[in-house]
């Protein structure tokens, strides 16, 4: 007999984490013995519970999926994570696997495909979704500047918060940081990026899939 894959979901909906245990204790294999609704709450809960594949959803409110990621693998570096993740982007992906998360499925992948995700993944091995492989493998073909690849975290946080249209000092007050050190901040993603003005990050979002146009 196979053993059981303990499973630990985090997503601030729970009518999506009602959903989604539902759909994975379907498979006789899986188990969700842990939820939690919050970066902050996931952390708790892994320590507790220690389950062998965490399923994470990235955007949640408090510190977010991204710290949460890192702060549990900074509790134990052998944790297992798969994102589970509305965007369908080549970005989002990247950051994640770069922040030591195994494997990324988006939302409207099917059933069956999360299930095999997160047997992947327990077995140790990476997985991600065919077409958001493809879209990476484009991205870098294309040979295009990728926010992620040359921005730190930081850079990344007021980089999306520009491209959505945020004054400096609004993004000061959300990131809790002073208008001096978000102007720094804005003075090398146009560096690094190659953008002008607010504008031109606005672009570059779009591009790369990080906002609707």
Do not use: W
């Amino acid at each position: 007999m196979k053993s059981m894959i303990s499973v630990m979901l985090v997503d601030d909906h729970a009518v999506v984490r009602m959903g989604f245990k539902m759909l994975l204790e379907s498979d006789q294999d899986i188990k969700v013995i842990a939820e939690a609704e919050s970066g902050e709450a996931a952390i708790r809960a892994y320590v507790e519970h220690h389950p062998q594949v965490v399923v994470m959803d990235i955007t949640m409110p408090g510190i977010g999926g991204m710290e949460a990621i890192e702060r549990i693998l900074a509790k134990d570096n052998h944790a297992r994570i798969l994102v589970l993740s509305a965007h369908e982007d080549s970005v989002h992906p990247k950051r994640v696997l770069n922040a030591g998360a195994m494997g990324y499925v988006t939302k409207r992948s099917a059933a069956e495909e999360l299930i095999k995700a997160i047997r992947s993944v327990a077995n140790g091995k990476k997985y991600i979704e065919a077409s958001v492989a493809q879209q990476m493998a484009i991205q870098q073909l294309s040979g295009e500047q990728n926010p992620v690849d040359v921005l730190s975290e930081r850079e990344f946080e007021v980089f999306m918060s520009l491209a959505r249209g945020k004054s400096t000092n609004e993004i000061a007050e959300t990131l809790f940081l002073s208008p001096r050190t978000v102007g720094t901040h804005l003075y090398n993603i146009k560096q690094k990026l190659n953008a002008q003005n607010s504008a031109e990050i606005a672009l570059i979002a779009m591009r790369c899939g990080l906002l609707e146009p």
